[in-house]
T-cell receptor
């Protein structure tokens, strides 16, 4: 079974440009999460999809960030326009449908974004 | 709100040394606790978890016990190997309808032969 994949692995863009990150969750996982780690800091939650619906987007830093999950499969996270403080590693994770209890979140390798 | 505090390191040990990485937490409700590990060039992997007080999670020789009275979940291993070199993250999920993970800052462990 393929794991969570993310594309690209690295992206270097200039301030003001637009970048789109993609995440492909494990097949059949209804739940998809985005997290971000700014250098030297905690990994912070950004948002949570259940299928194509945004369940919780309380961690999105501002309206320059737009996440979508059309059709409930892969997800994209667009940053427009990018600022220097957006640099960091963006992780995607997925988990199966939650019926109660605690389900492991399976993480992708991350996309390292550098804004210059 | 929820928070996790872990020793920041970096931690450098010789092979076969004893490892402890401290983790304490603040959370509402009854959180589940996790240790994730990130090996170089890879994504985060769940190392172990505990879902209620006094539970002990264990995997690959690592152990951590959920201590509600001290709000701690310290990671231990009796004899580390070079292959254990990685970044270790303590995390919690406060449960209910809240599925997001709250992480500590991570601890870089380097094990020398």
């Amino acid at each position: 079974e393929a794991g969570v994949t993310q594309f690209p692995s690295h992206s270097v863009i200039e301030k003001g440009q637009t970048v789109t990150l993609r995440c492909d969750p494990i097949s059949g996982h209804d739940n998809l999460y985005w997290y971000r780690r700014v250098m030297g800091k905690e990994i912070k939650f950004l948002l949570h999809f259940v299928k194509e619906s945004k369940q919780d987007e309380s961690g999105m830093p501002n309206n320059r960030f737009l996440a979508e999950r059309t059709g409930g499969t892969y997800s994209t996270l667009k940053v427009q326009p990018a600022e220097l403080e957006d640099s960091g590693v963006y992780f995607c994770a997925s988990s199966p449908r939650l019926w109660g209890g605690t389900y492991e979140q399976y993480f992708g390798p991350g996309t390292r974004l550098t804004v210059t | 709100g929820d928070s996790v505090t872990q020793m920041e390191g970096p931690v450098t040990l010789s092979e076969e040394a004893f490892l402890t990485i401290n983790c304490t937490y603040t959370a509402t409700g009854y959180p589940s606790l996790f240790w994730y590990v990130q090996y170089p060039g890879e994504g985060l992997q769940l190392l172990l978890k505990a879902t209620k007080a006094d539970d002990k999670g264990s995997n690959k020789g690592f152990e951590a016990t959920y201590r509600k009275e001290t709000t701690s979940f310290h990671l231990e291993k009796g004899s580390v190997q070079v292959s254990d070199s990685a970044v270790y993250f303590c995390a919690l999920n406060s449960g209910g309808s809240n599925y997001k993970l709250t992480f500590g800052k991570g601890t870089l462990l380097t094990v020398n032969p």
